[in-house]
Each structure stands twice: as structure tokens, then as C-alpha cells.
């Protein structure tokens, strides 16, 4: 069966340092990888997403980037971080099509 | 520009009831509709989904309904059980050129079922 990891599971990190989570996927090839954030009131915001290796969509313009260096690894990276950086973040895989997704447990980022 | 909009925050219900759950968006375009529920500090988890085809989709509890000419569905829950208890999401997403799909999610409704 498939399975998706998602680590760590809290994190606090002083403004300016740098970002680096990790999702992994099990059991299952080529899906697609998102990135999702869920701040207060803005509900589910999309934040990147891949259909393959090193094959990154953008969504919404920020401090973030995303990288894709094998096929079930999604890595969500700051250089420097900022407060409004902070939030819950969710990474996610689809086999496509009509099967919706499948979400991690999340990492809850302070950034202090 | 929240083109998938939860208007109602919060819910209260009493156990046994029925829970009604709104969602409206704004895109024509979008074509399957899903409904998520969320746990604090846990990733959302699957609950039903509704293609644009259909105006109705029921799985035990929860039915889910659509009503394209007003661009709005609803998720149902009876009985409502405290065990409902959580933030719920609809999310909507139109199929890409690229053959991906992104859905869009609304910004939840937290539903307090009461014992």
C-alpha cells in the first residue's frame, strides 16, 4: 500500500535561517507531489506542485522554493526564513486524474 | 481571489442531528469536487467526492451534493457524531492541459458535534 512521510512534525526556527522539509513517498510511481500550507483564515493554500522528476509548477510567489530530486522525494527549502514564513505544512501525492489526494501528517513551522 | 469559499467558520450541532456544510466557488471550469476532514496537528483525510456529471454522491453518513447553476455544494452528515468533530475542507479542481489536477481548497469549517 501506499504511504507518504512527512518529517519533522514541529519545527522552530529563527527569522533568517534556512528551510529544508522532506516528504517521501511509498509504494507507488511517478505521482504527483504538492506542497500545501494552511495559515490562519486562508484555509489550504497551494504552494508548488510536480508531475515528474525536477519538474516544479509554482503557485504563489514567495520565499519558498521546491525541488524534486527523485521520484518519490518532494523537498520544500527557504534560504532565509521570514515570520509570515510560519504555518502548517502539508505535502501531498495524487496518482492524477479523479483520486484526489493523499496528505502527510504535516509540519507545524514557528518561525520566531 | 478565493475562488473556493467556506462562508461559515464554525458549526454547532447537536449529536444525532444533521450537520450541513456549505461551500460555494467561483470557477465554471472546475469539474470534480472533494470534501476533506481535518484533525488538529494531523494531515486531511478523505471523505467523499462529487463529479461535475453528478448532483448527488452518498457514502453511508455523509452524502454530498451539487448544484452547478449555483456553483455551490454541501456536504450532509446524519446522525452527527462527536467523533464528526473537526475542521472540514471542500476543495475543487479543473483537469489541466498537462493532465495534472490542483485542487483548490476552501478555508474550512470547524463542526462541533455536542453529546
Known amino acids: 500500500s501506499q504511504t507518504i512521510h512527512q518529517w519533522p512534525a514541529t519545527l522552530v526556527q529563527p527569522v533568517g535561517s534556512p528551510l529544508s522539509l522532506e516528504c517521501t513517498v511509498e509504494?507507488?510511481?511517478?505521482?504527483?507531489l504538492y506542497w500545501y500550507r494552511q495559515a490562519a483564515g486562508r484555509g489550504l493554500q497551494l504552494l508548488f506542485y510536480?508531475?515528474?522528476?525536477?519538474?516544479i509548477s509554482s503557485e504563489v510567489p514567495q520565499n519558498l522554493s521546491a525541488s524534486r530530486p527523485q521520484d518519490r522525494q518532494f523537498i520544500l527549502s527557504s534560504k532565509k526564513l521570514l515570520l509570515s514564513d510560519s504555518g502548517f505544512y502539508l505535502c501531498?501525492?495524487?496518482?492524477?486524474?479523479?483520486?484526489?489526494?493523499?496528505f502527510g501528517s504535516g509540519t507545524r513551522l514557528t518561525v520566531v | 481571489d478565493q475562488q473556493v469559499k467556506q462562508n461559515s467558520p464554525s458549526l454547532s450541532v447537536q449529536e444525532g442531528r444533521i450537520s450541513i456544510l456549505n461551500c460555494d466557488y467561483t470557477?465554471?471550469?472546475?469539474?470534480?469536487f472533494l470534501w476533506y476532514k481535518k484533525y488538529p496537528a494531523e494531515g486531511p483525510t478523505f471523505l467523499i467526492s462529487i463529479s461535475s456529471i453528478k448532483d448527488k454522491n452518498e457514502d453511508g453518513r455523509f452524502t454530498v451534493f451539487l448544484n452547478k447553476s449555483a456553483k455551490h455544494l454541501s456536504l450532509h452528515i446524519v446522525p452527527s457524531q462527536p467523533g464528526d468533530s473537526a475542521v472540514y475542507f471542500c476543495?475543487?479542481?479543473?483537469?489541466?492541459?498537462?493532465?495534472?489536477?490542483?485542487?483548490?481548497f476552501g478555508t474550512g469549517t470547524r463542526l462541533k458535534v455536542l453529546a
Open positions: 510536480s508531475v515528474g522528476i525536477g519538474q
Open positions: 501531498a501525492w495524487s496518482e492524477g486524474a479523479y483520486y484526489g489526494y493523499t
Open positions: 509504494g507507488t510511481s511517478n505521482p504527483n
Open positions: 470557477n465554471s471550469m472546475f469539474d470534480y
Open positions: 476543495a475543487a479542481s479543473a483537469l489541466k492541459t498537462s493532465g495534472t489536477y490542483k485542487y483548490i
